[in-house]
């Protein structure tokens, strides 16, 4: 089972937040091996028409409840819509990511100030190695094999959304956020990537 990574929108509560109860993740033997139609149903929805495009819905709705007239009366009444948080782990801290540019894009006319996103081991990657990845030939290679893989319509690895620093790419002044937090693991072949997102974020005036 592949599973969704998708950003999650966490609205700081003036009250309290409920927490609910974590289903187990079921366990997969090493020796697994991914059924090839499997994978070909995989390929076939990452090449449908929606592919890598960003969901703007949580920050739409937002918006939307921003004046306590969204279809929830429990967040109406309870939610601090000024003070949003985004947060997600590895390709779920990219759509993070991605959404707090959009957040503060006037193409899109959101115009939501976020509060912060948590990026937690996101993953960054590049065409060029950086760091230590010239170091690590193998781990470099599998790496530079995925995001082809999982984007076939653009496989380049300095894709703006696999590499959020990228010269093609918006500047992290747009972000729409006052604070980010990136989780970086030190044995992680992806980590020169997150140091670097880090420092340029401290570059543009960003608080880390």
């Known amino acids: 089972?592949?599973?969704?990574?998708?950003?999650?929108?966490?609205?700081v509560l003036r009250d309290h937040v409920p927490q609910g109860p974590r289903e187990q993740a079921p366990h997969v033997s090493k020796d697994y091996v991914p059924k090839t139609r499997n994978l070909e149903a995989l390929k076939k929805n990452l090449e449908s028409p929606r592919e890598g495009e960003t969901d703007e819905e949580p920050l739409e709705l937002t918006v939307q409840r921003r004046t306590h007239q969204g279809p929830e009366a429990w967040l109406n009444d309870h939610a601090d819509f000024e003070r949003v948080l985004l947060g997600g782990e590895s390709a779920g801290a990219n759509i993070a990511h991605n959404l707090a540019i959009v957040a503060r894009d006037p193409e899109f006319r959101l115009n939501v100030l976020l509060l912060g996103i948590a990026l937690?081991?996101?993953?960054?990657?590049?065409?060029?190695?950086?760091?230590?990845?010239?170091?690590n030939p193998d781990g470099k290679a599998v790496v530079d094999r995925l995001w082809p893989f999982l984007c076939p319509a653009n496989q380049?690895?300095?894709?703006?959304?696999?590499n959020p620093v990228s010269t093609d790419g918006p500047s992290l002044v747009g972000l729409g956020c006052r604070r980010v937090l990136v989780c970086v693991a030190e044995k992680d072949v992806l980590r020169d990537r997150r140091w670097r997102y880090y420092e340029l974020w401290?570059?543009?005036?960003g608080w880390a």
């Open 156 to 162: 380049d690895n300095n894709d703006p959304r696999v």
């Open 120 to 135: 937690v081991h996101p993953y960054f990657w590049g065409s060029e190695p950086i760091g230590s990845e010239a170091l």
């Open 1 to 11: 089972m592949v599973e969704q990574h998708r950003p999650h929108v966490l609205n």
């Open 202 to 205: 401290g570059q543009v005036g």
